[in-house]
């Protein structure tokens, strides 16, 4: 993927241990980081050709594209960083929408005096999130802001992918009687930021689901289950993204909780922090909604996947009481899960 | 484009006239933004769609994709806002691939306690810029970051642009004898923000040349003069420009002076400042490499467009040393062009 070591700073940390405004110029200190921090990582031929946009090939006539950005803090947690979390989380929203990931821009937004050395580590990461969902980081961009009028590094994304199936994956599309699949555990993405910056100490340390779900997505596309919607469980966790489509697919959702998968320290944090699980943002899960015929071949799919082994099917959608999730308890109690209206957990995507 | 009053803020200033960290929470304060904000502003129908990516029809094989990040202080100047610049931006990358404009995605970072009326005319300059430039905002993302960890308001967009032409635009493709166009005067941008700014006051408001250049440049495509390559003249001005193309295409270029122009107020505050105006940033201004025999017919294709009443041919490009970018003064002394090294203008776009 790369020349040279992959764990030096390519920029000499005698020269320049940390950002200058002159880094983000568009003079030689551009060009210096340009050429030997992001050239030298994302190596491709469409971002080679230092061109301010890049030419591509589009192998289909359909295209997603998608945006986040990402001002995660702290920018270093367990099971990985902003980096990581700029690139799978722009990979998954392509993903939802049923496509291939090709081509990801990513934009660059750093406070002067952010460290040379942490840079390049996100840049690593980057380059290797990228490989493993298979994305080119094709064009990008670098702006310096004063000290005190950033937070380190503030990072954007934006992918293309490419739609090669005619299923028209959203909310709209749900049925009654269509079975809810939920691919994994959920809760550690938000508590390991959680944890890192509140400086608590557990049993064991909570490692952020942040994975890429293009591979498990296109492979249950791929099976003819008829996925009639898909959604990533990020901002709102699980119950804000079924409130979602609850509302858009003007349908009645009811889940069962004890059929969400939870571990025991995502559990107990969450019991100690007064948060609900349900609302804490995921990197690496999502729900499919699939024909009740098919639930049973669709969860096999996604449990033969390495992210999908703790899939479970968590519920069922109703015609009844349109716009409406209804979470069953464990003793057979019904509540409404509604949208959050203040701030759970800032700034942990 | 939009329905109801286009100047009245949609989210009532009485309720919310500043942004909260809920706002960027994922939930109900975050739906009320992106429904009554962004939604209403940029009313297309792959947004409407409220996924979080678009699906998008792809009339072409070949796709130009790039993207930007605009942190301008101060976010209001004469021309534009970093709206508008946040819109023409990235579309002039794409005009300068050769593309035509089609989706633009935007990704907002807002730093709490951000005017809602001030976000407000902002989304209502990127509507308006995009409408004007003829492309669709089509996707986003909102973040919010803590008081003191942002500037008020980043804003990234990234853009997808239809490659129709065969013809391969890049620095490499420039040859000995080509003719250098300059579609207009040079060094407005930089110096409308830097007076803003420092509150410099002159005889007359030095405007921004901020605009969209995808028009000027389709229509030249279209007229057959065979172009070798487009650049845009952003960070780092003129010279840096010329200088990038010079390494790239491994070709001199020179340039006389007498014949950029520049109006006088831009000359005079340059005098004063101590600035050179072959370094300062353009929003609205290109330079194009044509084969001699074309030159007269593309300075006319030129000159009949708005944005390019003050084009002129700006010098020649040699085989002689290869790389450097020289500067014939109004007196006959020549002098070589390098990049700048250090900051001149921080953050202008």
Redesign the interface.
């Known amino acids: 993927m790369k020349t040279g070591n992959e764990f030096a700073c390519p920029i000499p940390i005698s020269q320049y241990s940390q950002i200058?405004?002159?880094h983000?110029?568009?003079?030689?200190?551009?060009?210096q980081l340009i050429e030997n921090m992001f050239i030298a990582a994302f190596d491709n031929p469409p971002l080679k050709?230092?061109?301010?946009?890049?030419?591509?090939?589009?192998?289909?006539?359909?295209?997603?594209?998608?945006?986040?950005?990402?001002?995660v803090q702290p920018l270093f947690f367990p099971g990985g960083d902003i980096g990581t979390l700029a690139v799978n989380g722009t990979v998954n929203?392509?993903a939802?929408?049923g496509?291939r990931p090709l081509?990801l821009?990513?934009?660059?937004?750093i406070e002067e005096g952010f460290s040379m050395d942490m840079l390049w580590r996100v840049v690593q990461s980057m380059a290797q999130a990228a490989d493993e969902a298979g994305i080119q980081i094709?064009?990008?961009?670098t702006?310096?802001?004063?000290r005190?009028?950033?937070?380190g590094l503030?990072i954007?994304t934006?992918?293309?992918?490419a739609?090669e199936t005619g299923q028209?994956l959203?909310?709209e599309s749900i049925k009654a009687g269509d079975a809810v699949l939920l691919s994994g555990d959920i809760g550690r993405h938000g508590i390991s930021i959680m944890a890192v910056r509140e400086g608590l100490a557990f049993e064991s340390t909570i490692t952020s689901d942040c994975a890429p779900l293009s591979d498990i997505v296109l492979s249950l596309l791929g099976s003819g289950v008829g996925v009639h919607c898909l959604?990533?469980l990020?901002?709102?966790g699980l119950a804000?993204a079924l409130v979602?489509i609850a509302e858009?697919g003007e349908k009645h959702i009811e889940i069962e909780e004890a059929r969400i998968p939870v571990t025991g320290e995502v559990q107990g944090a969450c019991e100690i922090l007064g948060f609900d699980p349900l609302y804490i943002?995921n990197e690496g899960r999502f729900v499919g909604f699939v024909p009740a015929s098919k639930a049973e071949n669709a969860l096999e799919q996604m449990q033969a996947h390495p992210l999908g082994k703790q899939a479970s099917i968590i519920g069922t959608v109703k015609d009844d009481h349109a716009g409406l999730v209804t979470v069953r308890s464990r003793i057979g109690a019904c509540r409404v899960a509604d949208?959050?209206?203040?701030?759970?957990?800032?700034?942990i995507c």
């Open positions: 200058l405004m002159a983000g110029g568009g003079g030689k200190l551009t060009h050709a230092r061109h301010d946009g890049a030419a591509l090939d589009m192998p289909s006539s359909k295209l997603a594209f998608t945006t986040d950005s990402y001002v929203d392509l939802m929408c496509a081509y821009s990513a934009g660059f937004i094709v064009t990008g961009d702006k310096v802001v004063e005190g009028k950033g937070d503030f954007n934006a992918g293309i992918g739609l028209a959203s909310a959604r990533d990020t901002r709102g804000t979602e858009a943002a949208r959050i209206s203040g701030e759970q957990l800032p700034r």
